[in-house]
C-alpha cells in the first residue's frame, strides 16, 4: 500500500504542517485519486480565526484545499463510469459540514473524491492546466443553476441560441472565467466587467460586450449594452459589485435574479439596500454536490466539451511551485492578490 502524506492544518499551531496520512479506501460512489497538481483559493490560507467564523464545523487537525487534478488510484462501488488510471480534474469536499473529513481534503498525496464530482480530462490538458477549475467551476455553476440562484438552463454540448442575456461582473476573475464558459455553453448572450487590459482575455472565452468596471458610468453602459435583451440573470463577483450589479438589474426587463460570488450572510450584509423586486441570493460553491447541477456538470457535460475546446481550463495557470510544503507560499502570494491567472502547485 502507497505511503501518503498531507498538508495537516494542526489543532493549536498558527502555521501548516506536513506529515504522514493514512492511505484512503473509497466507499460508496466515491474514488482515490494520486494528486499530480492542486489549486490554491483565498479559502484555503484564511487566518484560524476566520476559519472559525466561515468553517465553524471544521474538525482538527484539518486537511483543506479543494482543486485536484490526477490519476484514479481506486474506484469504490456504484463508480461504474470511472476506471483506475483515468485522468481527472475533481473537487475535493472535505471542509464541508455534511463532510468535514480530512481524508477528502485536496492538499494531500491521495484524496478521496466523490464519484459525481469528478471528470475525466483529455490527455492534451496537463494535470497543472486542469487544476485551475473545479472550486471556481463549481461557485459559478452553483450560483447560475441551482433553484435557490439563478435556475439557468444547464449547459449542453449543442446549445440553442436562447437570445437572452447573462451579466457577469467580475469576468476576468476565476469564477468570471467560469461564468462566462458556462452561460455560452447554456446559449446565453454574455454581457461582462473587467479591467480594460482583460477585455481581450473575456472576448475568448465568449464574452459578447465588455465594459471597464472601474468606468464611473459602468452601470450606464451595462444597461446599454444589454438593450432591448431578456436579462436572465445575473452574477456579482468581488468587492463592491453587488450594489451595482443590483442597479442594473432593476434598470432591464428581464429576471432581477443576482447571484452574489459571497457566502450568504456575507451577500445579506452587502445588499442591505436592495431595489424593489431584485432577488439577491449568496453562493457556496460546494452546494451543488447535493443536487442535480453537481453530476449535470461534472460527469455529463465537462468531459466532452472540455475534449472538443468548446470549454477552456480558464483562467491560465501559474506553476508556483512543487511539493506540499510549497502550499504555504503559494498562499502568501494569493494573498497579495493575482489577476486573470490561478496559482497551482504540482506534486
Not at 473575456?202 to 435583451?229: F, M, W, Y
Not at 456538470?297 to 472540455?306: E, K, S
Amino acid at each position: 500500500m502507497p505511503e501518503n502524506h498531507a498538508l495537516w492544518l494542526p489543532k493549536k499551531r498558527r502555521s501548516f504542517e506536513v506529515g504522514s496520512a493514512p492511505y484512503p479506501t473509497p466507499g460508496l460512489n466515491e474514488i482515490v485519486v494520486r494528486n499530480r497538481a492542486v489549486g490554491l483559493n483565498l479559502i484555503d490560507g484564511i487566518p484560524r480565526l476566520a476559519y472559525r467564523l466561515v468553517l465553524p464545523w471544521l474538525t482538527f487537525p484539518a486537511v483543506v484545499g479543494q482543486d485536484v487534478a490526477g490519476e484514479i488510484e481506486a474506484v469504490g462501488s456504484g463508480s461504474h463510469d470511472l476506471t483506475v488510471g483515468d485522468r481527472v480534474l475533481g473537487h475535493a469536499l472535505g471542509t464541508e459540514k455534511s463532510i468535514n473529513r480530512a481524508s477528502q481534503g485536496g492538499f494531500q498525496e491521495y484524496v478521496i473524491l466523490k464519484a459525481h464530482m469528478v471528470s475525466r480530462i483529455p490527455d492534451f490538458l496537463s494535470f497543472e492546466r486542469a487544476a485551475v477549475l473545479p472550486l471556481q467551476l463549481s461557485t459559478a455553476a452553483s450560483g447560475m443553476f441551482q433553484a435557490n440562484g439563478l435556475a439557468l438552463v444547464l449547459p449542453t454540448a449543442d446549445p440553442i441560441d436562447r437570445d437572452e442575456t447573462v451579466l457577469v461582473w467580475g469576468g476576468s476573475t476565476g469564477v468570471g472565467s467560469n461564468a462566462i464558459q458556462l452561460a455560452r455553453n447554456a446559449g446565453y448572450r454574455v454581457v461582462a466587467t473587467a479591467s480594460p487590459r482583460n477585455f481581450e482575455y473575456l472576448q475568448t472565452l465568449g464574452a459578447d460586450e465588455v465594459v471597464d468596471r472601474n468606468s464611473p458610468t459602468a452601470v450606464k453602459e451595462l444597461v446599454t449594452a444589454i438593450g432591448d435583451r431578456f436579462l436572465a440573470g445575473s452574477v456579482a463577483i468581488g468587492n463592491g459589485s453587488l450594489p451595482k450589479v443590483m442597479k442594473v438589474a432593476a434598470r432591464v426587463a428581464g429576471s432581477r435574479r443576482v447571484s452574489s460570488s459571497a457566502p450568504a450572510i456575507l451577500t445579506h450584509l452587502s445588499a442591505w439596500r436592495v431595489p424593489r423586486g431584485v432577488c439577491v441570493s449568496g453562493i457556496w460553491g460546494g452546494s451543488l454536490k447535493d443536487n442535480e447541477v453537481g453530476p449535470a456538470i461534472y460527469n455529463d457535460f465537462l468531459p466532452a466539451a472540455l475534449g472538443t475546446g468548446a470549454y477552456q481550463a480558464q483562467p491560465p495557470a501559474e506553476v508556483v511551485g512543487s511539493g506540499l510544503r510549497a502550499i504555504p507560499a503559494g498562499l502568501e502570494r494569493l494573498r497579495h492578490g493575482v489577476s486573470a491567472k490561478k496559482l497551482v502547485i504540482t506534486l
